[in-house]
């Protein structure tokens, strides 16, 4: 799922090549994000365009051979002339007069004409790893680049820059040039993007695209003297592409600006994602300050306490821990002001306790959505998922990034954060306040036995230990959301700790967190009674969380409930569907009663006589905890569910795991049928979470 979808979407035709473009916000000035080469295509501004959208306008293009541009096989098609010619004619579809260019890479060639001979056009550039003949190349990739026509050696390296190879391996090619555009670690994402962009072309277009020349230095020179708009060139000291120098010598020539981006490779955009939007948006406004707005300062001492407390949209349970600690700590600390930073579905739960929720973090990209979308049937590939979601964490860690520039706050909370934890630890000098962090679920685990995704999640976990370790004082409190027993007792992956081990040396565990004091629900006659229910009847509940993605699950349930039905014709069973999914549009059962949203659902959970969940942590915790019995149904390919809470569950004695693809409607009668007549031996939850969490955070305020 996209961060941020266009606002305009068309084509252009130059010289018989059809090029597409995408218009997004309507800010000023534009930001014109041109091309790179054949091999990829725009959606490697990705990481660009939902930010510069919320303050500027931006327009992006495919150039030709990729995207939704013509493949050419005319090499003209491909030539200096033409590439600035395509420029000029989207600069023109889309009516912009002038713009700030943007390029990466090769598209430098490009832009610097664009500034030389349309200067009218253009209010500044900006220009990312130059790959310009304005300084010499690194040798080997020149060395191999002159042989390009020639038999391939077999020597591998820069030497696969060759036709022969090419033609006959071309996504050994591919995988071998995007490692050398990001030769950071834990690079992985990236690589595969780029890598599946450069799978939508071929071998021969890019053959096509490599017959024109490139403009020689003297070319360069010319135009860089002829350049009167202001520059900034942004290269990173690391860039295996196109050496540091050219950065240099065109800031030089230009009389830019230069920043060196220390470690970066050739493609920060990418990597280094936050730095390079932060130092777009400058240079935008040394261009074009924004226009005053009224502000208001009040003195330090007459300010009242106030947090930011960022709660995670998936699964309405972290909400419901996270108002038990604000609960909390208020009592600690009175009059403290408390910020919502949240999304639907939380929000509705937060504005209907009367919570203030910012009206900034509307603007954020929905995680909901991007889980929803993910999903297949009964299935979630949570850790692919939450993979792809990098645009979408980079774009929601932005806004909350220029929010806490713009209103100070005494603290910052997290619960489960993730894109807030990362960028910090990438940024770590963007934190201006204490930061407390809190989760259930530490460390990926591969729920498939492949050797790749095996790889992946301990990269993943390596990065994260890697971040912790050299930053340790980023996080004033890092808290667990339940005791060390609670985690699987597994590494995080070949090389590295063990998950308990290291999560006692970098964590505070604090016991799991309830929305509510189990004690207070044991009386379920009384419960039924004040909530509208009939006493003296089986009372079950199905709920699946605040998405759609249990629509499988509840459609099974009802038709397990029509079974259980002609043995318990009493029975009555609600349906708690989750605001994103239309009750009616569910199977009509007699005796089931369906609800798109339960406020306070634990109270109702904890007068049920049995339950139908997924694997979520929160549900079935309070479940635990109002000792009820129940079936659970792990998303497939879910790791969390998979793992860490089966093996919670698994700690607690609680629970009835079932597999949904193996698991007919009259199983799941049959299981529930049993479980109306057994009793439960649970584990207690110790009480109290909340408010030892509370009382540690309470010291930083």
């Known amino acids: 799922m996209r961060a941020r979808s266009p606002d305009q979407t068309g084509f252009v035709e ?101 500034m030389a001979e349309h200067p009218q056009r253009v209010r500044g550039g900006v220009f990312i790893g130059p790959t310009l003949q304005i300084a010499p190349g690194h040798p080997e990739r020149v060395a191999a680049m002159a042989a390009f026509e020639e038999p391939y050696s077999g020597r591998g390296g ?43 072309t071929t071998p021969q277009v890019l053959l096509a695209e490599a017959r ?31 050496p540091h120098p050219r950065g240099e010598a065109l800031a030089r020539a230009t009389g830019g600006r230069l920043v060196t981006l220390e470690g970066s490779g050739h493609n920060p955009a990418a990597r280094d994602p936050v730095r390079v939007n932060l130092l777009l948006r400058e240079f935008a406004h040394s261009l074009q300050p924004p226009k005053p707005e009224p502000t208001r300062w009040t003195r330090a001492l007459q300010r009242r306490k106030r947090i930011l407390f960022v709660s995670s949209p998936i699964g309405l349970g972290h909400v419901q821990r996270d108002l038990a600690v604000a609960r ?47 999903s297949q049937g009964h299935e979630l590939h949570a850790f692919q998922a939450f993979r792809r979601m990098d645009e979408i964490f980079l774009h929601n860690f932005m806004l909350f990034h220029d929010h806490t520039r713009a209103e100070p706050y005494d603290l910052w909370i997290g619960d489960e954060s993730w894109e807030v934890d990362y960028y910090l630890h990438e940024n770590p000098e963007l934190k201006s306040a204490p930061y407390v962090f809190l989760t259930d679920v530490i460390g990926f685990l591969p729920v498939e036995d492949d050797a790749y995704e095996i790889f992946l999640c301990a990269d993943y976990n390596a990065e994260m230990i890697e971040q912790r370790s050299r930053f340790p004082r980023l996080r004033d409190l890092s808290l667990y959301v339940g005791d060390l027993e609670d985690l699987p007792d597994a590494p995080f992956g070949p090389g590295l700790p063990r998950i308990r081990d290291w999560v006692r040396d970098w964590f505070e565990p604090v016991g799991y967190i309830l929305p509510f004091d189990p004690a207070a629900y044991r009386d379920t006659g009384a419960l039924r009674k004040r909530l509208g229910y009939e006493g003296g009847v089986p009372l079950l509940f199905a709920a699946v969380g605040g998405t759609s993605i249990g629509r499988n699950l509840l459609e099974q349930t009802a038709q397990a409930f029509e079974l259980l039905r002609r043995e318990l014709p009493q029975a009555r069973m609600v349906m ?43 549900t079935t915790m309070e479940l635990v905890a109002a000792r009820r019995p129940f079936v659970y149904f792990p998303l497939r390919k879910h790791w969390e569910q998979v793992y860490h809470v089966a093996h919670r569950l698994n700690h607690y004695r609680a629970g009835l795991r079932l597999d949904y693809a193996q698991t007919a409607p009259a199983d799941l009668a049959k299981a529930l049928q049993r479980l109306l007549s057994q009793p439960v031996d649970y584990r207690p939850v110790e009480p109290g979470g909340a408010a030892r969490a509370a009382r540690r955070i309470a010291e930083l305020i």
């Open 212 to 242: 024109p020349p490139t403009p020689g230095p003297e070319q360069i020179r010319q135009w860089c003297e002829r350049v009167r708009a202001p520059v900034l060139v942004l290269h990173g000291s690391e860039d295996r592409l196109t």
């Open 14 to 114: 130059q010289n018989q090549v059809r090029i597409g473009y995408e218009v997004f916000g309507a800010g000023q000035p534009t930001f014109f994000l041109l091309p790179t080469w054949t091999i990829i295509h725009s959606r490697f501004w990705k990481m660009q365009v939902p930010y510069l959208a919320e303050h500027f306008r931006v327009v992006t293009y495919d150039g030709p051979g990729n995207g939704r541009s013509s493949r050419p096989m005319n090499p003209e098609g491909y030539s200096q002339e033409a590439q600035v010619g395509y420029a000029v004619a989207v600069l023109e579809a889309t009516a912009t007069d002038r713009a700030i260019l943007l390029s990466l890479s090769r598209a430098a060639n490009w832009a610097l004409q664009l």
């Open 328 to 374: 909390e700590l208020r009592k600690l600390r009175p009059g403290l002001e408390v910020h919502w930073w949240a999304q639907p579905p939380v929000t509705r739960v937060l504005e209907a306790v009367g919570e203030y929720v910012h009206p900034r973090s509307q603007q954020m990209a929905s995680e909901s959505e991007h889980w929803e979308r993910e």
């Open 158 to 200: 820069w030497w696969q820059y060759n036709r022969q190879f090419w033609l006959e391996h071309y996504q050994d090619f591919l995988e071998f040039f995007f490692k050398q555009v990001f030769s950071e670690p834990h690079s992985t994402k990236p690589i595969e993007d780029c890598l599946g962009w450069g799978l939508e």
């Open 576 to 618: 708690v569907t989750g605001p994103r999914l239309e009750p009616g549009s569910l199977p009509e059962v007699e005796g089931l009663e369906k609800r798109a949203y339960v406020h306070d659902l634990f109270e109702h959970l904890s007068c049920a006589d049995a339950a139908v969940v997924q694997g979520g942590l929160s």
